[in-house]
């Protein structure tokens, strides 16, 4: 079956074109000519992961300010330009990237260039707008804070990472929002938007000569305005376990934890992969099958391996409905880590995982977009598109003495980190 | 507007041709089959849809029809429920259910050269149910649990706060398809198996293929495994009354321990395939659906900055539904906010919409179809709501021709017709009494 389904995927490898301009923008082109469209997208890498603790939520509010308007494109004409051509648009911030993207038909994707050219240089920031943007954050934040997931996930975060930026969330804290300056602002836009720290993706029904005819035009002109540091943070180191109890008016007791693991270009990352899917990956994974159809201790569990690209967490999310069920599942799920270093992995489960693996890189084409998204954040966390390919690749040799080995070295006790959530 | 955007209006848009070939494929015991031939990847989504979505729960027993769609996922008389996951996972393939007001429906994503097995699947699935009883318990417990956990969000309470006030007793659409947690425990396994009996028959589901298929290899493929069923009679849903709000009513769900107020306003709105939904849809894109460029948009979030989320929409289903105004904005802005709302639906009810407006709705819709259809998932949905509303397979050439003929005095006779002085407004807050404005609507406060 595997091997099957490994054919098809050699046959069905992408094919991506990538190049640089002399400014150091990189492009990344995926042509798909059965699509009607193209997907334009602009990544920069900016974004929690870059900012200092007083500057919390920058990255995401430049975002918001994005659409505000720039020097040709003044107000909201960038969507509005979108929209009447019958494209949507949007934009997302995460730690490592904020990333804008339009959709939009195969004959009009040139002026989606010309716009994001008009923005990566050129930018309005108007201090006016830049309050009432703010404003409309600190609602995008309370509505987080309204669910009893942002202070739960905001609690894990802070007691994961004492240091490094991974413990602040993208939105950033309310304190820091209501204080960020204009100038700040004005700053981190002038700091981050450069061609040298941005990668363009385009995705769909395009030629590549005239793609990069029409980049070139667009974006060749923008100079650099300076060298940007590539950033290295750190974290202490971490001693024994750490554990935090949050109350509020919850109807269901929740909890996170997790065990810190490794960085993306590890070694481990690969069967952290595998046992992820074996415990959590859909109503066929240990823990479902465990803990909610056959011991009904939780109404739902989810989580995984979550690296971005320095040392990440493999995690669990917990949702019981009352407490005590909360703590068993938690023992059951430390039971169960213990069973798969005791017992052989069944071949067929191995097997089942990875043919999974390999038909989701098919069915993940479906749409455009999604592709390009996946170029742009595989380039930017790991530091090549390529990843996207080899990674089915690597997950087909990772061997079950691989996976017990990834359990014994992360999942102990001096390495675990909990945040739980009781009702008041 | 600014320079560039009125130089593009000026520009006639590229002619649309819809290339949208929907094959279509009959049993002679009414099993219909629908297709969408698109050889780009080697995979086949797969789609049964039963005409028996939460809308045709009995009274008392809401949630029934989801429990039902889960149930054939539990286990087979040959397959457990880990088994039949298994077994389309073992291929790589994907299995997921979902039940919704209209129907009920099974997916499996596959790679091509596996559909044969999968439909294989299905034919078991849909037709060897086990309906253990044990099964029942553990799958109510599940969904149970979701509830009790949907309730800590703010939004949940007020979607369900809402339809139950707006739609009247009995009314299908007046509970949310997972059902309610009273409903639930009420329902027994003779429940499913009676709910399977009257709507679970060859007339009343439909297929849908989108992919890398051979169209005479499907259909003989259905042909053998689905023929020997017997069609049956379908009861239809007895609807007495329809949704029709007679005063202005404000109802304030107080919650504790939230810093914004989850705000709802809404009106009727004409069933999915109502002659008016087209227009009524151009209407709303103007107006709020069309995310920051439409007036709610550019207003209280653009404008005012009170809002991350804000917006309308109109929900398309088989029977009449709702036209709703959604947002969320700190608490202090609540009477604020709802005055902007207000004042915008009257400007559109009494100014109508501006022509440059109308000009950009046309163009988004002309040049939005290729973007709505560029996935197999987005092209079985478009399907689906062809065959449940019966819309027709020329629907999307339709759409565009409908839309090119629009006028602003047709959109303002829309406006006029659908924004009425009666609406209903829920809020979910942690606002006291004392700090909302007086209106003079029939007001109703509600603890959490």
Redesign the interface.
Known sequence: MSFLILSLFFNSSLFVYKDSLPNGLKILIYPDTNSEIVSCQVWYKVGSYYEPENLTGISHLLEHMAFKGSKNFPKNSYSETIRALGGIDNAFTSELYTCYWADIGKDYYDIVLKMEADRMANLALDRKEFETEKRVVMEERRLGENTPYSPLWEGFGLISYFLHPYRQPVIGWMPILERLTYEDLVNWYKNYYQPNNAIIVLSGNVKIDEAMKKIKKYFGKIKKRTDIKERKPFDLPITGERRIILKREVKTPMMIFGYKTCAINDQDFYPLEVLEKILLWGKTSRLYQKLINEKNLLVSISGGSDIQKDTGIFYFFLVAEDTSKLFLAEKEIEKELENIINEKIKEEELNRIKTRILAEYVFQRERVRSIGFVLGSNEIATGSYKFYEEYPKRIEQVKEEEIKEVIKKYFHKDNKISAILLPK | ??I??TF??LIN??EVEIKFPITADSLENGLKIYGYI?N????VRLRVVIKAGSSYDPVGKEGLANLVINMLLRGTKYRS??EI??FV???????ESQCDYDFSQIEI?T?S?YLDTMLFLIREILTMPKFANEDLI?LK??IL??I??S????SYLLTKEFIKNFYPKDYPYRHLPEGEINSLEKIEISDIKNFYETYYHPNNYFFILVGDFAKEKVKDKIDKLFSNLEKKEIPKLNIESFPKIEKRKMIIVKK?????SYILLGFEAPSGNHPDVIPLRVMNFIFGG????SRLG?LI?????????VGSYFTRRVYPSQFICDM???IKNTDYAIDLILEELKNLKEKGIKRDELE?AK?????????SI????DKANIIREIILLDLGFDYLSHLLSEIKDLTCEKINKIAKEYIKDNFLLVIVSNIEKENLKVRDWEVEFIER
């Open positions: 507007m600014n560039f955007l593009l209006l848009l590229k698109d780009k990847l080697p995979m429920y880990e996951y298994n996972e073992n291929f790589g393939g994907r299995l994503v790679l050269q553990k417990t599940e649990g979701r009790k956990t309730e800590n969000f703010p504790r321990n939230i810093n914004q069309g995310a920051l460029n550019k979030r653009e404008k005012e900055g009170l809002a991350y989320d969320q904005t700190e950009q163009r988004f819709y002309f040049g939005n179809i290729p973007i560029d996935s197999y998932s």
